[in-house]
């Protein structure tokens, strides 16, 4: 991991595309603008971590659709 210490109004750049600067502290509380392109997917961590998991919980085989797929093939034959 990369670490680097920012003042406020300070930024840093990723690849060219990138930039992400410190608008305020306030305590233990940092507010970070963020300029991308509108193809980049930006999310917090938590939210991100819960879209992984809610897509690994999709991409998991019910036996109710497992039962059903078998039925389709069956019925292919």
Not at 3 to 14: A, P, W
Not at 48 to 55: D, G, M, P, V
Request: charge should be negative; hydrophobic fraction near 40%.
């Amino acid at each position: 991991m990369l670490v680097l210490s920012r003042k406020l109004g300070e930024s840093i750049v990723i690849q060219d595309q990138i930039e992400l600067t410190v608008l305020s502290v306030e305590g233990e509380t940092v507010r970070i603008g963020i300029k991308a392109p509108k193809h980049v997917d930006i999310f917090r961590k938590e939210v991100y971590l819960s879209i992984q998991e809610s897509n690994q919980e999709s991409a998991k085989p019910s036996p109710a659709g497992m039962l059903a797929l078998m039925k389709m093939m069956d019925d292919n034959k």
